[in-house]
């Protein structure tokens, strides 16, 4: 583990599977920790579940398509930890519609939230962040990939993100250091009781041959945020056991 004593986070999807277990495995490391989700109940639960000693984690409501609610989760942020100097922008949206049947509305949902709130968060951040500070977009391996079929909104947000990354990090450094992971299948709440899909060939075709643990992204978004990680900005590290390799 890392040493983020004394240290803030915002984690965003912190509701989820991945954003959750991120919040957690930063509080093992010392991090008091914003958690922020869609979900107000389950961050609710999740920060009192932290809570069991000290008062290191709160629970905030948040809407990542809403441009306001980037600086109001800012702003919580300091009034209770008074600096910051951690943000995973993990709040993201994944549905199944095939392109030429889309929605506008599917189509713009999806932006708004996987790649606009991303970029919410990270302007508002930037204005308070410590020098020293770290910014980790999730992104995914579909954005390398293309993402499969039913999937080609959600790839083009993450490509997206990954642009956003690359850019943010001339502009933000040297001050702060910007990075993505690109998560493959990971078997979060959403997936884990799909038998079919864990046994399948499309996850045995993976290098590594099983979908992978939301502790295995969270511990790649600890150490980009890490001093470990100090002379790292503007790249992306695949979390995919081999499913894309490229």
């Not at 984690?57 to 100097?85: H, N, T």
């Not at 947000?157 to 299948?185: C, D, I, M, W, Y």
């Not at 790292?232 to 499913?243: K, Y």
Request: charged share 15%.
């Amino acid at each position: 583990m890392f040493d983020f004593n004394g240290m803030t986070s915002i984690i965003t999807g912190a509701g989820g599977g991945i954003g959750g277990e991120t919040a957690r495995y930063f509080h093992a490391c010392g991090a008091s920790v914003v958690l922020a989700d869609i979900n107000g109940a389950a961050v609710e639960a999740a920060a009192s579940a932290l809570n069991t000693g000290d008062a290191r984690a709160i629970a905030v409501q948040y809407d990542a398509s809403v441009p306001g609610d980037a600086g109001m989760l800012v702003e919580r942020a300091m009034e209770a930890f008074g600096r910051l100097d951690h943000v995973v922008a993990n709040a993201g949206i994944y549905t199944n519609e095939r392109a030429a049947n889309m929605s506008d509305e599917v189509w713009r949902r999806t932006m708004q939230i996987n790649l606009d709130g991303v970029f919410y968060l990270c302007r508002e951040a930037n204005r308070v962040m410590a020098a020293g500070g770290a910014i980790v977009a999730s992104a995914s391996a579909s954005a390398h990939a293309g993402g499969s079929l039913g999937h080609a909104h959600y790839g083009a947000s993450k490509g997206g993100v990954l642009a956003l990354v690359r850019g943010l990090a001339r502009e933000f450094g040297p001050r702060l250091r910007v990075n993505a992971v690109s998560p493959g299948t990971i078997e979060t709440p959403m997936i884990a009781d799909n038998a079919a899909l864990r046994n399948s060939d499309l996850v045995s075709s993976f290098a590594l041959g099983r979908m992978g643990r939301p502790e295995e992204v969270a511990s790649v978004i600890a150490f980009l945020c890490s001093d470990a990680a100090s002379y790292v900005t503007g790249e992306t590290i695949l979390v995919c056991g081999g499913s894309y390799i490229g």
